[in-house]
């Protein structure tokens, strides 16, 4: 194997080229890019090129992979074919890695809460975190999602496929089975006590502003509650009666 590698060069202003260096192989002359990869001018990749010519053309759908992820290294030795949905997950399980160590930092935008993330755009410190901030969000969006394809028949018909397929699926689910009412009634009989608590610090958290809404409530509907009052001691006094 002939690879011939050449130094950078400056311009005439003295500063330095976009391509770092470059590798002469079987005559074709490779440019490193600013992705760390040798190109010729048509496209042709080097480390392909070497892998290519020990082992003939590369099958449709493959990658040629470097296998300890130095892109300068395309000794034959360091080259493998790799399918490309096999490879680019290869590639971000080592970016993913690699940032692990490294995380970013973040506050989060829903609680306020210091956290550390891999992911370099990271906003809620937790999923269930994204879920009572965007809750309202997610639903008005699912809404206007399946209203906007209410009249698309091919849509409509796969939603009511995907339900049958649910139903078959989860026929002896004891959740299904009780129904929406009967999982609900279930779960506040087990978290009663939990949930009155949670009733209660809300309560006085919101002291003020149920208040206010209550007032507002009342001005907005105050005919029609005095009405209702009426009828029911009319009501009263006539059992009584």
Request: with cysteine.
């Amino acid at each position: 194997m002939n690879l011939e590698a050449e130094p950078t060069k400056s311009n005439e202003n003295g500063g330095t080229r976009f391509r770092e260096s470059k590798v002469v192989f079987e005559g074709r002359t490779y440019w490193r890019n600013r992705y760390g990869y040798y190109r010729t001018g048509d496209g042709r990749r080097l480390h392909r090129d070497i892998w290519e010519s020990a082992h003939g053309p590369l099958l449709l759908d493959y990658d040629v992979h470097h296998v300890d992820f130095n892109k300068d290294n395309n000794n034959l030795e360091n080259l493998q074919s790799f399918p490309k949905a096999s490879h680019l997950a290869l590639h971000r399980k080592k970016d993913w890695e690699r940032q692990k160590a490294n995380p970013f930092h973040y506050v989060c935008i829903g609680c306020g809460k210091e956290f550390q993330s891999p992911s370099p755009r990271a906003r809620y410190c937790s999923y269930s975190c994204y879920l009572d901030s965007c809750s309202d969000e997610i639903i008005a969006h699912k809404r206007e999602y399946l209203a906007a394809r209410k009249g698309d028949e091919a849509f409509q018909e796969m939603l009511r496929e995907s339900r049958k397929k649910w139903k078959v699926a989860h026929k002896d689910d004891e959740q299904f089975k009780l129904g929406k009412r009967g999982c609900d009634k279930r779960y506040y009989d087990t978290h009663a006590d939990e949930i009155k608590a949670r009733v209660n610090r809300y309560r006085i958290a919101h002291s003020e502003e149920i208040k206010v809404k209550k007032r507002a409530f009342y001005l907005a509907h105050k005919d029609e509650i005095l009405a209702q009052c009426r009828a029911y001691r009319e009501r009263k006094k006539g059992a009584s009666a």
